[in-house]
């Protein structure tokens, strides 16, 4: 850390790894040209205001994770985001554009500000603990998807969920600590962890082996039934 409180980067042509991160930097205008933001690269400034250029493919990971601003506008050039890029963040909303097709993990874990999401339709996956920490109150899992990591939706303020038929793999406590009542399930013999939506015990998972493709209605602590 260098407590640098501004900076000009309008020259440049590549911005690399830990470029300026753990610094005091309150607003970001990344110059036209520029494709890849590198790992930790304005880390844990107090960034309130972030422009990214239509040249940027490759947020990495980290690179703008533990920071102030509560939007950003994602560009329709980016098509991966690293693991944790905007970890401890205090966006309220995203965007996804739909030229985004990877995800890192833990994307936006722990931005517990963060209430609603678009997901891009060209993502396969959802990794493991994208959205953990975070406060949806909803999501829409694009039919691209054909899996959900472990954990990806813990502690947020879901009340119903839909899995669509192209999801094959669900994790382990995918959707723990909700308060989920209603989860429509697209496909018959998806594959899901233990625990999916609760660490005592999971009364969903047992009935949707049962019952198949569906809607179920439940608590997130109690019975659920296909209805």
Do not use: H
């Amino acid at each position: 850390s260098n407590d640098i409180t501004a900076v000009d980067i309008s020259m440049l042509t590549s911005i690399n790894t830990a470029f300026f991160g753990w610094n005091e930097i309150t607003s970001l205008v990344v110059p036209n040209g520029i494709t890849t933001l590198g790992s930790s690269a304005f880390y844990m400034n107090k960034l309130t205001s972030v422009t990214l250029p239509n040249t940027l493919t490759i947020i990495g990971s980290s690179s703008l994770a533990e920071n102030l601003f509560t939007s950003i506008t994602i560009p329709s050039s980016v098509t991966t985001i690293g693991y944790g890029a905007f970890m401890g963040s205090d966006l309220t909303s995203v965007t996804l554009p739909n030229s985004v097709t990877t995800l890192g993990t833990s994307v936006f874990y722990n931005s517990p500000y963060l209430t609603s999401a678009t997901l891009s339709s060209s993502m396969t996956s959802i990794p493991a603990q994208t959205f953990c920490y975070c406060n949806l109150s909803t999501i829409s899992i694009p039919a691209s998807v054909t899996s959900i990591g472990n954990n990806a939706f813990e502690e947020n303020s879901l009340t119903s969920v839909t899995i669509p038929a192209s999801v094959t793999t669900m994790g382990s406590s995918v959707f723990v600590y909700n308060s989920l009542t209603t989860i429509v399930m697209g496909r018959t013999g998806t594959t899901i962890g233990s625990n999916m939506i609760n660490y005592s015990y999971d009364w969903f998972g047992p009935t949707y082996t049962t019952g198949g493709a569906g809607t179920y209605t439940g608590t997130q602590s109690g019975v659920w039934t296909k209805v």
